[in-house]
């Protein structure tokens, strides 16, 4: 090899190596956890809430229907929900990240929650997909299921079953999903209080604690004391199932 071709391929290689170097400062790494986020991707105007985006505490949940885990974490979630429900500073907000690798009725269980919704109806359909989750989430095609529980909260039957069997809200349910993969979402239940996920999954008292002071005019970071568990509280609880993580990457659109 001559001196003139040892040297073409140096040069090559340094700007194989430069270009490499410039695509990772080019492409930033998720954000730290106790990042604040951007608020436009955490709560979107047509996001289903218990409040208003403008309460002083805003809890945002991304989940899956048919996750065991949200299943399990949504006793909790409801509970200390019902403790708050009369106060307009605290607001609960549900976005869709259905795992449709391994939960192939999440999609549709949450064109249910969003069919409902079109009723205004949303937040009881949505109870009663976590509530009843074992009864719906192995059947081959649980649309009839689901429309029995739009006969039980006195949904229009065939507007309901027209909007699920026909997806037509998969549009927004694929909005959430990106919305979370752009947050850093990766797993289910995954919850971010006033921009900041929550680490070590749902404390109901580490929860309440943040919210109580947040409204006292406090700010503290929503994650789990160092050798607290992810549900330990004053009164024992069973632990929630580990957050059950996607198996597959789906681009932010």
Same mark, same amino acid.
Request: glycine share 8%.
């Given at each position: 090899? *001559?001196? !003139? ?9 340094? @700007? ?8 990772? $400062? ?5 954000? !730290?956890?106790?990042?604040? @986020? ?6 979107? /105007? ?5 409040? #208003? ?28 929900? !019902? =403790? ?26 949450? !064109? ?25 989430? %192995?059947? %081959?095609?649980?649309? +009839? ?14 507007? $309901? ?14 909005? +959430?999903?990106? +919305? ?7 797993? *289910?239940? #995954? ?9 070590? &999954? $749902? ?13 006292? &005019?406090?700010?503290? /970071? ?11 509280? /004053? ?6 199932? =580990?957050?059950? *993580?996607?198996?597959? %990457?789906?681009?932010?659109?």
């Amino acid at each position: 090899m *001559t001196k !003139e071709a040892k040297i073409l391929i140096t040069i090559a290689g340094l @700007v194989l190596i430069g270009g490499g170097l410039l695509a990772v $400062f080019a492409n930033p790494q998720p954000q !730290e956890p106790s990042a604040s @986020v951007d608020p436009q991707s955490l709560i979107r /105007e047509d996001s289903h809430m218990t409040q #208003t985006a403008q309460a002083k505490v805003n809890i945002v949940e991304f989940g899956d229907f048919q996750c065991p885990a949200c299943g399990q974490a949504h006793p909790y979630v409801k509970s200390l929900l !019902e =403790e708050y429900k009369d106060n307009a500073d605290v607001n609960f907000v549900f976005r869709n990240f259905p795992l449709d690798a391994i939960h192939p009725n999440a999609h549709i269980a949450a !064109e249910a929650a969003e069919a409902a919704g079109k009723q205004g109806k949303y937040w009881e359909m949505h109870d009663l997909l976590f509530e009843r989750q074992e009864q719906w989430s %192995t059947a %081959t095609d649980p649309i +009839d299921i689901f429309v029995s529980y739009a006969q039980e909260i006195g949904l229009n039957e065939g507007e $309901f079953k027209t909007g699920v069997s026909q997806r037509l809200f998969s549009d927004v349910i694929t909005a +959430d999903y990106n +919305d979370g993969v752009a947050l850093g979402v990766n797993s *289910t239940p #995954t919850f971010f209080i006033n921009g900041q996920k929550l680490e070590g &999954g $749902f404390n109901p008292a580490v929860v309440k604690e943040k919210i109580d002071q947040i409204l006292s &005019g406090q700010d503290v /970071e929503a994650s789990v004391p160092d050798g607290q568990s992810a549900m330990e509280t /004053e009164q024992p609880v069973p632990a929630v199932a =580990e957050p059950e *993580t996607n198996t597959e %990457t789906v681009p932010a659109s």
